[in-house]
C-alpha cells in the first residue's frame, strides 16, 4: 500500500517558486494535541485512486493532524485578496489553510459542473489539492490563530459532500480530525482539521490580487497555470484567456442556478470565496431553505441581507465583474463585456431547465416558467417548506392530499393544481415514471443546519455517530434512508433559535 501523500505532485510550487514571496508562502504546521478520527470519507477516498486503508492508518492521522515530521511534506500557503462586502479588502490569503501537494486523479469525465465549457476534449487525468484546514498560522493569518473549531468544521464536512450528492460542483472533503487542542472563540472548543480537496483553491481573488498590485505579469502567470492545469488543449489557443473567462462565467451560472434550485444560501459570497472553476468553495454560515422564502439570509453577520438567497443571482454577476476588473490587461472590455452579458440568459436558461425537470415536465414549454413561478410565489405566501414540497410533488396527482395540506389557502393551490394537471396530461408518461423521473432531482434530504447542530453537539460529547450517519445520508440525499427518516420532515421548533455567524 502506497500512502497517497507519497505520489503528490507540486506543479503550483514549480511554476512559481522562483516569485515565492508574491505568490504563496512555505509554512509548518502545528500538531493537534491526542488527535482523533471523526470521520473519514471512503467515498471520496475510492473517487481519488486512495486506497481505503490509507484512510484508517496511523500516518493518515499523523499527517491529519498536522504533524509531518516523517511524511517529507512541505507544505505552502497562497495568497490572494478579495472584495468583502463589496469593499475592497486587500491582503487575505490561506490563513488557516495549507496546501500539501496534488494529487493526480484519472479524470472521471464529466461530473457535476466540471469538464470545459467550450471544446469538450479533456485530459485523462486532473489533479486534485490536498489541503489540510485547521492545522496552525501561517504569514497571511493576520491576528487569528490559524485554527479551525469542531463545529465548523464539521459544518464545512457535511456540507460540501452534501452539495456534491445534489450534483453541484464544489470542494470535496477527505477526513475530519477533532482533538484536545484548545481554541477560543467565544468559548473554549475544540480544535479540529479538515481534509479540503479539490480541483483548483484558485479564487476571483487571487487575480484581484496581482491586478491591484499592478503586477499585469503575474495576472498572466496564473491565468497561464491554471489554462495549463485545466484546460491544457487551450495552451496554444490566441484565445485561450478569452475561454478561461467564459468558462468562469458559464460555471458560475451553472452552480448558482442549482443553488437557487436546491434552496442553498452560501451566505459570505466574498471574491475570495469564488473559484475560478465555479466550484462551491468556503461553507461558513451557510444555511438550507425550510420554508420557501427568497429574503432568507443565512449569515447572522450580514445585517444589510448582501448575500441573502435571492441576491446570489446577482452577486455572482458583481463578483464576475470584479474578476473582469484583474483581467483587463489579458483581455479588451469589449471581450470582457461580451463575455458578462451572456451571465444573466446562462442562469435563467440553467434555473429554468432544473425548475422544469423538478416539476416533471421533460421538455420546456412555453408557460412552464410562469407555472413554476407561481408555485413558489404561493409557497412564499403559505410559509410551505421548500424540499418536503418538492419532493411530495413527485406523489403528487388528483387523489394525494399530501402536497395540498402543505397550503393554508388550499383554495390558490388547487387553482394551480388544475394548471399544473392539466400541464402534466400533455406528456406521455406514466405516473411512476415522472415519480422516478422527479425523485432523482428533487432531494429528500438536505443539510438544514439543526441537523449539523445536531451532529455537533453529539460529536462535542464524544459521540461521532451522527455525522457519519449525516455523511452517508447526504452523499446520496435523492435515496430513501429509511434510518434517517428523522431528517425528511419539517424542522423541530428548536432550529428557529440557531444563530451562524463567520465565527468559526
Ligand atoms: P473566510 O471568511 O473564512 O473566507 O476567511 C477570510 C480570511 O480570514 C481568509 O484569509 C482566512 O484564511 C482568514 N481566516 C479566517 N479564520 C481564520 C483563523 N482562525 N485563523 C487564521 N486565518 C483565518
Ligand atoms: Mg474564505
Redesign the pocket.
Known sequence: MTFFIDRLEHTYFESFKEQEDSHFSPVMASRLLDPVVVSSNKLLAEELGIDPDNLDSPEMLEVMSGNFMTANIKPIALVYSGHQFGVWAGQ??????MTLGELPVANRGPVANRGPVVDGVTSSRELWDIQLKGAG?TP???F?????VLRSSIREYLCSEAMHGLGIATTRALSLVDSKTAVYREEVESGATVCRVARSHIRFGSFEHFHYRNQPESVRDLADYVVQRHFPQWVEDQDRYLKLFKNTVFKTAKMIAQWQSVGFNHG?M?T??MSILGDTL?F?PFGFLDSYDPEFICNHSDTNGRYSFKNQPSVGLWNLNALATSLTSLLSSDELIDVLKQYEPEFLNQFRAIMVSKLGLEKYQAGDELLSNELLDLMQMNNVDYTILFRSLCDFNEANQTVRDQFIDREAFDQWAVKYLARLGQQDLSDADRRDNMRAVNPKYVLRNYMAQAAIEKAQAGDYSEVNLLLKVLQSPCKEHPEAQQYAGLPPDWAAKISVS?S?
Do not use: E, F, I, T
Open positions: 487575505l490569503g490561506d490563513g488557516r489553510a498560522p497571511y493569518s493576520r487569528a490563530d490559524g485554527r479551525a459570505v466574498n475570495d470565496n468556503d461558513g463567520c468559526s
